[in-house]
């Protein structure tokens, strides 16, 4: 992830400085982060995960939230998960920019943001005590990363066969890897 440092700002300030920007950012540690553009793929693949979720939570008490909602993962941590999804209402801060209970988060990774997603990301939404899942979506082959918190911890399975169903059980559905990665075609990799 490409990171441009500007100057050290309150929430409020921060909230105020990325409305009026046309680039996205996060904010780490009362720093604005600059957040990198994706490609064609990223957002396909963003889309279908929006899609996928909001066809299997028709009629539930979930809702999927698009990305760009900013996220609270600590006193002076604001992310923005590609998508959110929350249970009942969303709950949020004074300033609705900010949601406070996501129930699961999803990232899909670009070249740049691929170590802060598995790295940084996970450590600050493991602060959440709402998050029960996390899911890091990688855009360049069929890999899904799925987070789940239980008493004991978190647990990790993967899942890249495009036969794979992603369990998403706080959820009480899956999402099927064929169309999560429909219409993505991937470089061969160099042998």
Avoid at 57 to 66: C, K, N, P, V
Wanted: glycine fraction near 6%; proline fraction near 4%.
């Amino acid at each position: 992830m490409v990171i441009e440092r500007l100057r050290q700002m309150s929430v409020e300030e921060f909230l105020d400085f990325a409305e009026n920007s046309e680039d996205r950012y996060e904010y780490i540690d009362g720093e604005p982060r600059q957040m990198t553009g994706g490609k064609l793929n990223h957002f396909w693949i963003i889309n279908r995960i929006q899609v996928l979720l909001g066809i299997r939570l028709a009629g539930t008490d979930f809702e999927a939230i698009a990305g760009g909602m900013l996220v609270r993962v600590g006193e002076k941590r604001l992310v923005a998960p590609d998508v959110s999804v929350v249970r009942g209402e969303p709950e949020t801060e004074a300033d609705t920019r900010i949601l406070l209970n996501p129930i699961l988060v999803v990232e899909v990774t670009s070249p740049s943001s691929i170590d802060y997603d598995r790295v940084s990301k996970r450590e600050y939404y493991s602060e959440v005590a709402s998050i029960e899942a996390y899911l890091i979506v990688d855009q360049h082959r069929a890999l899904v990363e799925l987070y789940t918190r239980s008493e004991t911890g978190w647990h990790i399975q993967c899942f890249s066969d495009l036969g794979d169903e992603v369990p998403l059980a706080a959820l009480e559905c899956s999402l099927p890897l064929r169309e999560i990665y429909r219409r993505i075609e991937f470089e061969e990799e160099s042998q």
